[in-house]
Nanobody, 123 residues
């Protein structure tokens, strides 16, 4: 299973970005997919996730500014980020975990990971 994250870049404060995570290998519709981020000098943290049936999770610090969605036909998960601020500067990673319908757990360090995409928000 391989994950390819893209869509990062430099944006001014208040701007928006849409990240994409393409998952190849396995059965995409079975995957829960999460976005994590790691800022310089900080631990990696989860920001959003979408389960195989479409249920979503958002971290409190970014709730209201994020929308996560999935397109099973394109094997892609999107993360729309709005009202970005310099504190959102980080490398954003996507992670995937194959789940059964009743499993609500989210991808973690032991699951499949992409290479990350850098988001830089200037003030």
């Amino acid at each position: 299973v391989q994950l390819q994250a893209s869509g990062g870049g430099l944006v001014q404060a208040g701007g928006s970005l849409r990240l994409s995570c393409v998952v190849s290998g396995g059965t995409f519709s079975r995957y829960a997919v999460a976005w994590y981020r790691q800022a310089p000098g900080k631990e990696r943290e989860i920001v959003a996730a979408i389960r195989r049936a479409g249920g979503t999770f958002y971290t409190d610090s970014m709730k209201g500014r994020l929308t996560i969605s999935r397109d099973n036909a394109k094997k892609t998960v999107y993360l729309q980020m709005n009202s970005l601020n310099p504190e959102d500067t980080a490398v954003y990673y996507c992670a995937a975990k194959s789940t059964i319908l009743t499993d609500t757990s989210l991808p973690s360090e032991s699951d499949y990971w992409g290479q990350g995409t850098l988001v830089t928000v200037s003030s």
